[in-house]
């Protein structure tokens, strides 16, 4: 079991460059999440979906968009990378509220 | 968004139990409570959750208080492993999940 895959690993942008990040998990999960990392601070969400077709804003939405056209694919887009995009980006998934999330390993991204 | 509040850090001896708090006030009846853990340069990892009633796994244990307006994650005895940020969070029914600034577990050799 992959669990959840995140590629890549590692990205330096550009201003005013676009890229999409992917994530894609194998456990059938309906719920998927994208959260940010900025250096020592705690997680914040950007965007999730509870099932294929339904995605929804969370607290730091602005810059981003994302689709949900799969069960097992959640990319995040970044449309115009900005200074303050720089950040690890982690995707998540779960089953349902009484399950744990299973977090992929990262994206850690640069702007410059 | 429900709220957690933990203490920004905290230091074990090792092999020594750690009692890590969480306060949760905004807590609903529905909200179930997360933790995870996240060592340097990796992505959370969870712990354990529960709803009303304590719950134990191989990991840790998790006591909830009776009103359920905060809970504790315990660690039976702590390792150099367990050094790690340990965050408490609320699984609400709108499918958001919010993390905090979570506690930084110091372990002492």
């Known amino acids: 079991n992959a669990g959840v895959t995140q590629t890549p690993k590692f990205r330096i942008l550009k201003i005013g460059q676009s890229m999409t990040l992917q994530c894609t998990q194998d456990?059938?999960?309906?719920?998927m999440y994208w959260y940010r990392q900025d250096p020592g601070m705690g997680l914040k969400l950007i965007y999730y979906s509870v099932g294929a077709g339904i995605t929804d804003k969370g607290e730091v939405p602005n810059g981003y968009n994302v689709s949900r056209s799969t069960t097992e694919d959640f990319p995040l887009r970044l449309e115009l990378a900005a200074p303050s995009q720089t950040s690890v980006y982690f995707c998540?998934?779960?089953?349902?509220?009484?399950?744990?999330?299973?977090f992929g390993s990262g994206t850690r991204l640069t702007v410059v | 968004d429900a709220k957690t509040t933990q203490p920004n850090s905290m230091e074990s001896n090792e092999e020594e139990p750690v009692h890590l708090p969480c306060n949760h006030s905004?807590?609903?009846?529905?909200?179930?409570i997360h933790w995870y853990r996240q060592l340097p340069s990796q992505g959370p990892e969870y712990v354990i959750h529960g709803l009303t009633s304590n719950v134990n796994n191989r990991m840790a244990s998790l006591a909830i208080a009776e009103d359920r307006k905060s809970s504790t994650l315990i660690l039976h005895r702590a390792t150099l492993r367990d050094a790690a940020v340990y965050y408490c969070i609320l699984a609400n029914t709108g499918n958001q999940f919010y993390f905090g600034t979570g506690t930084s577990l110091t372990v002492i050799p």
């Open positions: 456990m059938n999960h309906n719920y």
């Open positions: 998540a998934s779960i089953k349902g509220l009484n399950y744990g999330y299973t």
């Open positions: 905004t807590i609903s009846g529905t909200d179930y």
